[in-house]
């Protein structure tokens, strides 16, 4: 009997893991368990040189640092692991990307990877994404154009990463529609890729690949966040080639 109690229990908990795992934050999730991993890997690198098989305990200890942030190779080594923690971390000065079409105007934060909105024409303009429930949002997709359903469906993937599951029969929820745009200005260009007017090729370049590692699918990416950020690069290169 008792171990059917325990059979029953260890079901329950497997069960509601999962759950909360589908409905995680993709990047708030990935984050967790790379620091969870990195925690395992330094105490199995502990216990092992303490047994005197250094072999085995310094390649695991610098793989387990490594997740954590910190590399024996730079010079900022050991400030980047207290970072993690939220100590000594060095940021991107509230750096940010900020993409609009006709009815949203969506900013990206560059340290935490969060995307907010804010709605600038129809019924709700005015008003934060933010203070809707998921059923209120869903309900506002009908009445966007297509580039702008295209930019609130990546904000959805963000902040509700299960929605497309649970809106099965929803006309939006199956598949995100086509996201026609028209030629994108410097301006925007530089707004998307957070940089200020007359950045270089080099700036260019390291806030594209910044930006494309933080919208990878892995990250709860968005695969139109990530078309307008590649548009953004190609336009401001042109620039620099005319």
Known sequence: ??????????????????????????????????????????????????????????????????????SPFGPSGFSNIGGIFGAGAKRSAGQTSRVRSQYLDMTLDHDSGELTGRIVAGPHAGHSLDEFDLPQLTAMISGFDAESVALFESYLDRRFPAWRQDAQGHAAGGQSRPAPSGKMTDEEAYQILGLQPGAGRSEIGRAHRALMKKLHPDQGGSTYLAARVNEAKDTLLRTHLS
Do not use: C, D, H
């Open 1 to 70: 009997m008792p171990t059917l109690i325990a059979g029953v229990v260890a079901v329950i908990l497997i069960y509601s893991l999962l759950q909360m795992f589908r409905a995680a934050n993709p990047v708030i999730l990935a984050r967790a368990i790379k620091i969870g991993g990195g925690i395992v890997a330094l105490a199995v690198a502990a216990f092992t040189g303490l047994k005197g098989e250094l072999a085995v305990a310094i390649p695991l200890g610098i793989f387990g640092a490594g997740l954590l942030g910190w």
